[in-house]
């Protein structure tokens, strides 16, 4: 088989499997290297799309029974259940900075969003939703997330042109970004409280 004809195949299961594996790497940092190597292997974005989530829908079947036996411990150890209460007063108070009248599923796609679907998950729960409600919630804030992200990369490898260097500048963003948001927000918050 000539190289032109193997350019041609349709991606295997090996290249879909590659790239899942980038994907269940904790907090986002697979993201890059997955779109990227997706791309490179031919697999279409709807299908990079649905392997996202797929990590998503995996990492609910394993993070669920670790977050149930918390939930059951805080009932009898004291510690766990004033984190628990902490935990519902602080996601309701950021969910109400988002929407403004406490802990609605947008606010807590958005916890999703900025922060990762195990602590929206988390957040879901403390606001009261369950295994199905509580996962949809997560998962869909993550999958914005990961839009944001493979697009991003997507556009600035296209300038850019080598992977590494794409990677690099957009795993540093990842981390970089929300501190600079952080920042200008306390920045802010200190400018209204002065004025």
Avoid at 140 to 151: P, Q
Wanted: with cysteine; net charge positive.
């Amino acid at each position: 088989m000539q190289l032109d004809q193997l350019a041609n195949c349709p991606p295997t299961l090996t290249s879909m499997l590659g790239v899942l594996k980038l994907f269940v790497i904790p907090v986002g940092g697979g993201i890059p290297a997955g779109v990227l190597l997706a791309r490179d292997s031919g697999l279409a974005w709807p299908v990079t799309a649905l392997l996202y989530l797929v990590s998503d829908i995996l990492l609910a079947v394993a993070f669920e029974p670790v977050l149930r036996l918390l939930a059951a411990l805080a009932l009898r150890v004291p510690f766990l259940a004033r984190f628990g209460a902490a935990m519902k007063v602080a996601s309701a108070r950021s969910a109400e900075r988002l929407v403004g009248s406490g802990a609605g599923p947008l606010a807590l796609v958005m916890v999703a969003f900025g922060v990762d679907p195990m602590t929206g998950r988390a957040t879901a729960m403390a606001a009261g939703h369950g295994f199905v409600s509580g996962w949809v919630i997560a998962i869909s804030g993550d999958m914005l997330y990961f839009a944001v992200i493979a697009l991003s990369t997507l556009q600035l490898n296209a300038f850019i042109r080598n992977p590494n260097v794409t990677m690099a500048i957009v795993l540093a963003a990842m981390f970089l970004v929300p501190l600079l948001v952080r920042y200008c927000r306390a920045r802010v918050g200190g400018i209204r409280l002065a004025g």
